[in-house]
């Protein structure tokens, strides 16, 4: 017992022991912080994914549709509703 009480009388172990707890628990940057950054940083790398995934399905439907003059005017008249002069427009609403 007195091996670690003399130890203790350090200053320089007191001081480095007070410095692990500080940053390990006290500080800002602790390690539950790093924890949830951690986390969270997955979880946007995933979205990052997802979206990046999204961008080039969309932007290979762009090229269809701008090489392709049929599936543009079907895209349209879907999509906004566009009608030649001699037509009529039905919107059917499903309830």
């Known amino acids: 017992m007195k091996k670690y009480l003399k130890y203790t009388k350090n200053f320089y172990f007191v001081f480095t022991f007070a410095f692990v707890i500080w940053m390990v628990f006290i500080d800002s940057n602790d390690i539950l912080t790093q924890f949830k ?3 969270k940083l997955n979880e946007l790398e995933k979205q990052k ?3 990046l995934e ?3 399905k969309i932007q290979a439907e762009r090229e269809e549709l701008m090489s392709n003059m049929e599936l543009l005017e079907k895209f349209a008249r879907e999509r906004y509703l566009m ?3 001699s037509e009529d427009l039905y ?3 499903e309830q």
Request: charged letters at 45%.
């Open 37 to 39: 950054l951690r986390s």
């Open 83 to 85: 009608k030649k002069e």
């Open 91 to 93: 919107v059917v609403v």
């Open 54 to 56: 999204r961008k080039a």
């Open 49 to 51: 994914e997802f979206y």
